[in-house]
């Protein structure tokens, strides 16, 4: 038997093929995302090992403080060859479009071994007045130009870019990205102290030995060179088991979607070798024989397609790394990453391959010797399971609606999912009417023939169309709420923000000039403004939360009960995060100060309201100190076109001041959900590429089961192209197939977990984004055309004789 399936595999590689490439993207999938996952902690190992690099003891300021006379005595103890202070400061850069960023600035070390940074071009400050930039932040600056930088209150100090510098940005360990002298440091900040201390050991001097020495001379806390690298490990530990779940779930997706491809191949070449199955029961193989030469197929298919996966996974991180734009590319390769690839890819094909195989045991060795006869449709048995299917989903999401946001969401997961088992299992009742209704709108006898050769069999058609389904159904969720809540985020900032420009402050603990909002209330075409401070306030037996300060009624959260127009003196509006944590409500009191409204806000950069909001007089009152962090002037303005120009021309005196509009704002806060959907996309998209390879597959096994007919309709006056644009029509009604279901239960499942969201009064709502969806569909029916190609070259090379001589 085991010469049988060797000899098998032999002479039919080619129907092989195309299942082996959905188990190879799948594994793809599976292997890239360890590889990706494990990336990142190679990456921040390197930027640990870059950082520390030369250091032999370190002495950090959580524990002691660090400066000019701590480090004078760390370089007189015996044994240190050389000791630095590190330090760093925020440092505002105006960039080339005379705008501030944040950026951070450190000191040059004198001892070129402690330097956690290497010169790319140009060279290093040598003197106050000079400056090097981190090579990926001298965008727009030309070497040997000015630079503009800030200090802590706004001050401009003009520099010369001398150099740049790399350092690995993209660990996730941060730094700076700005590099001066010592002493600009101290003018940038001149109340900034050393973060750490770090120190060389002179030749001969263990790392051990020189801590203890320091410990002892200094009397503070010394950790070794290998001790500060394992500290800035385990304090800058990524979350890779998030991530890894993140990545492992759209695996799952993959090799889901690639075992319903494989499922359906082997189903079809199990139907298609049945009389050869049968003979080899007729001389004497056995059930459990056949049944394990079936599987044997599999596992060697799974076995080949999974080492080419492997090593498409590595290829994959490698190409995913580049594309983010990393300075270094990672590849650890470790042995559960090889042991989970071939475990998923040999596992899962034969699981996929055992359904088939279990049904070829089943026919009877002298039925199946007999000439097959048509396809079977879907009976009355699938139509009660989808039934059942959809009235679990439609009960399922009624009671998720009717309750609290935590239930409704665990009731809504089995909701979506019972739907989408409704769509699968209704696939081969419908697969009929639908391709012959396509086949009757398309004029032309390829649509004819295609819809024909769909219709002939129900039950494979729906199965080509599943895996299409599957991930079309993800996407479209995924790009539905994300629409949702980017509309409902937009909204929110709409109905909260009654000002037309937000005016803040780059670095964030450097507040804005109490008197700005009266310079910027002077100018032409301005008609109102309203300060907003963000300050830690005592709500009594309540506790510390973050509050909010405003003057006037520029800011107008959607009210949930009670009133908030203009706050006055011992009103507050407390927000329904706060209300539901303290119990407090309208008419309560708090601090002396009277509840006057709940409401629901969204967050944005300069109208965040915290967890409540009273007017500025009452800041001290809740804050003694007074002291305030992200405060923004809110300014509206008659025409904001025309007077944006006057209003940067008054904040010209403040470098600090960035000027957002409310259109800005609003992408700011949509840029990263856009950049999440686009992942998304990419990470779904390889599912879909594996739901075409299975009708690529499937059109390719019809073609050499239709051998003798596709020869038949040649000799009657059917050309190579009429036959070639049947095949692409067959495909092309598959994929709408596919995309119906795929768009229904998407769009279905994304309804309801926006109604159930919204009912706890996240900020989203039900907004399909049409354009995107019909660029979804459109590429997938430009890709049917596509998955059809080989198929049709492979029925159009066959000749006539020898078609029709085919068994």
């Not at 000899?7 to 599976?30: E, M, Y």
């Not at 398309?442 to 129900?458: K, T």
């Not at 992408?667 to 299975?694: D, Q, S, Y």
Request: hydrophobic content about 50%.
């Amino acid at each position: 038997m085991l010469r049988t399936v060797l000899a098998g595999l032999k002479a039919r590689p080619l129907r092989l093929l195309l299942s082996a490439v959905a188990v190879t993207l799948g594994v793809t999938f599976v292997a890239g995302s360890f590889v990706l996952t494990d990336s990142v902690g190679a990456g921040l190992r390197d930027a640990a090992a870059y950082e520390t690099r030369g250091v032999d003891a370190s002495i950090t300021a959580d524990r002691a403080a660090l400066d000019d006379t701590t480090l004078t005595k760390a370089r007189q103890v015996p044994g240190a060859a050389a000791a630095e202070g590190r330090t760093t400061v925020s440092a505002p850069l105006i960039g080339p479009d005379g705008r501030p960023r944040d950026a951070a600035a450190t000191g040059l070390s004198a001892d070129e071994r402690l330097r956690p940074y290497d010169l790319v071009e140009g060279r290093f400050p040598r003197d106050s007045g000079e400056i090097a930039l981190e090579r990926t932040s001298a965008d727009g600056f030309p070497l040997g130009g000015p630079v503009t930088v800030l200090d802590e209150t706004g001050g401009r100090h003009p520099l010369t870019l001398v150099g740049t510098f790399s350092r690995p940005a993209d660990s996730g360990l941060g730094g700076a990205n700005l590099l001066v002298s010592q002493e600009m440091v101290h003018r940038l900040n001149p109340a900034a102290t050393f973060g750490e201390i770090v120190v060389r050991a002179a030749p001969g001097v263990g790392q051990a030995r020189l801590a203890a020495d320091l410990q002892k001379a200094l009397g503070v806390p010394v950790v070794t060179g290998k001790e500060a690298a394992a500290r800035l490990l385990a304090e800058t530990a990524p979350d890779t088991a998030g991530l890894a779940k993140f990545f492992v779930g759209f695996a799952v997706l993959a090799m889901v979607v690639a075992a319903m491809v494989i499922t359906n191949s082997f189903t079809v070449l199990v139907t298609q070798r049945a009389r050869e199955l049968a003979l080899l029961r007729c001389v004497g193989a056995g059930k459990r024989q056949l049944f394990g030469g079936v599987l044997a197929e599999a596992a060697v298919v799974g076995a080949v397609a999974s080492v080419a996966g492997l090593f498409g996974g590595v290829g994959a991180a490698a190409a995913l790394q580049a594309v983010a734009g990393q300075q270094t590319i990672h590849l650890p390769l470790t042995a559960r990453t090889v042991a989970a690839a071939l475990a998923v890819g040999i596992g899962v094909t034969s699981l996929a391959a055992a359904i088939p195989a279990w049904a070829a045991t089943r026919v009877a060795p002298v039925e199946a010797l007999r000439t097959p006869a048509g396809s079977t449709r879907a009976g009355r048995p699938r139509a009660i399971v989808a039934a059942l299917l959809l009235a679990v989903a439609t009960g399922a999401g009624a009671l998720a609606l009717r309750s609290s946001v935590d239930g409704g969401a665990a009731l809504a997961v089995p909701a979506m999912a019972a739907l989408l088992g409704a769509a699968l299992a209704a696939g081969p009742l419908i697969a009929g009417p639908v391709v012959r209704t396509l086949g009757r709108l398309v004029p032309g006898r390829a649509a004819e023939l295609g819809a024909l050769n769909a219709d002939r069999d129900p039950n494979r058609t729906a199965a080509s169309a599943a895996a299409l389904t599957i991930g079309l159904a993800v996407v479209t969720l995924a790009t539905t709420l994300a629409a949702g809540v980017e509309a409902g985020r937009g909204r929110g900032l709409d109905e909260q923000l009654a000002a037309d420009f937000a005016v803040t402050s780059v670095i964030m603990t450097r507040p804005l000039p109490a008197t700005l909002v009266d310079t910027l209330a002077t100018v032409p075409g301005v008609t109102a403004t309203a300060t907003r401070r963000s300050f830690s306030g005592d709500l009594g037996e309540y506790g510390d939360y973050q509050l909010t300060a405003v003057s006037g009624d520029l800011l107008r959260p959607t009210v949930l009960s009670g009133r908030l127009g203009r706050l006055g003196p011992g009103e507050i509006a407390i927000s329904k995060d706060l209300a539901d944590q303290t119990g407090l409500a309208v008419g309560g009191t708090v601090r002396s100060l009277r509840v006057v409204g709940v409401y629901d806000a969204v967050d944005g950069p300069g109208v965040d309201v915290g967890f409540a909001l009273v007017d500025v007089t009452e800041q001290r009152r809740l804050d003694p100190a007074g002291e305030s962090y992200d405060g923004s002037v809110l300014v509206k303005a008659a025409d904001p076109e025309r007077t944006r120009p006057a209003l940067e021309r008054a904040l010209s005196a403040t470098p600090l001041a960035k000027l957002s509009s409310a259109g800005e704002i609003k992408e700011e806060e949509a840029a990263p959900l856009r950049a999440t959907l686009n992942l998304m996309w990419a990470l779904t998209g390889l599912a879909v590429l594996i739901a075409f390879a299975g009708i690529t597959n499937t059109l390719s096994l019809s073609v050499l089961e239709r051998t003798r007919e596709s020869a038949l309709l040649r000799a009657l006056g059917l050309t190579r192209g009429g036959l070639g644009a049947a095949l692409t029509a067959e495909a092309v009604f598959v994929a709408v197939l596919g995309a119906a279901c795929g768009l229904s239960v998407g769009i279905a499942s994304a309804w309801l977990i926006t109604e159930v969201a919204a009912g706890g009064g996240e900020p989203i709502v039900f907004a399909p984004p049409w354009a995107r969806l019909g660029v979804l569909v459109a590429a997938a029916l430009v890709a049917a055309p596509l998955a059809a190609l080989v198929p049709a070259r492979r029925a159009g090379r066959q000749g006539l004789v020898a078609g029709l001589s085919a068994e």
